[in-house]
């Protein structure tokens, strides 16, 4: 299984160098890449915003991770539309495996994420834990009557479960084909951002198996320097 963050934004190169100046920026690594069980993760994919400065301390300190035995830094020139995009753009690592879609900036302080046992199942194409929320700004799932999740919505709060905002896809090639026809059916979402929830209802859409595990946790978004001294 691959470890995959998109993280190629000027905003998190800017995050990443103001950690770096006031000497945290390995507690934030420390704390981010601990909440997921890398004991199943063969190879860790980090996909940035040129930047040297970033760049240089991230690889001398996926080198130094004792957790850590398979890496790859992706470089991008300009920004995408979106994190979607930004994996699209390490196609050629991710086709055909089995892929963790993340960010280093989402945080689980109270247990080691891990779901690589519910992807032996042969049925089941895409996991999307949720949690329980009430902020405006995330991805709500909507069930039916036999509690069966039937569509997501981006920031509209139909009900008290948001999307964790990690993404769990059995086979990325098929990912990447969902991926392929919505941006043909919207014109590359010209008007909109390209979100994961629109790849999570076109695999509803076409009966393919998606779950959505309950996972009771503290889960924290690092936007800026204060939020993560907030969890420090």
């Not at 036999?146 to 905002?165: C, M, P, W, Y």
């Not at 990325?172 to 014109?187: D, G, P, R, T, V």
């Amino acid at each position: 299984m691959i470890l995959v963050f998109p993280q190629a934004t000027k905003k998190f190169n800017d995050l990443y160098q103001e950690m770096l100046k006031e000497s945290c920026i390995n507690d934030f690594l420390d704390i981010s890449l601990g909440s997921y069980d890398l004991k199943t993760v063969k190879k860790v994919v980090i996909i940035l915003l040129e930047n040297d400065v970033v760049e240089k301390h991230l690889n001398n300190y996926l080198n130094e991770c004792e957790k850590i035995n398979n890496f790859q830094i992706v470089k991008l020139k300009k920004e995408t539309s979106g994190a979607i995009c930004t994996t699209l753009m390490a196609i050629p690592i991710l086709k055909n495996k089995s892929v963790i879609i993340s960010a280093l900036d989402q945080i689980v302080l109270d247990k080691k994420l891990d779901f690589s046992n519910s992807l032996l199942r042969t049925n089941v194409d895409m996991l999307a834990p949720t949690h329980k929320s009430d902020n405006p700004s995330l991805c709500y799932i909507l069930k039916d009557d036999e509690d069966q999740v039937i569509q997501l919505f981006e920031k509209r709060l139909v009900s008290n479960e948001a999307l964790l905002g990690i993404y769990i896809v059995k086979d990325f090639s098929e990912f990447y084909k969902n991926c392929h026809e919505l941006l043909i059916k919207y014109k590359g979402f010209k008007d909109r951002i390209f979100y994961t929830s629109d790849v999570i209802n076109n695999y509803i859409g076409k009966n393919m198996i998606c779950e959505f595990p309950r996972i009771d946790t503290n889960y924290y978004k690092i936007r800026t320097f204060k939020d993560f001294k907030v969890i420090k």
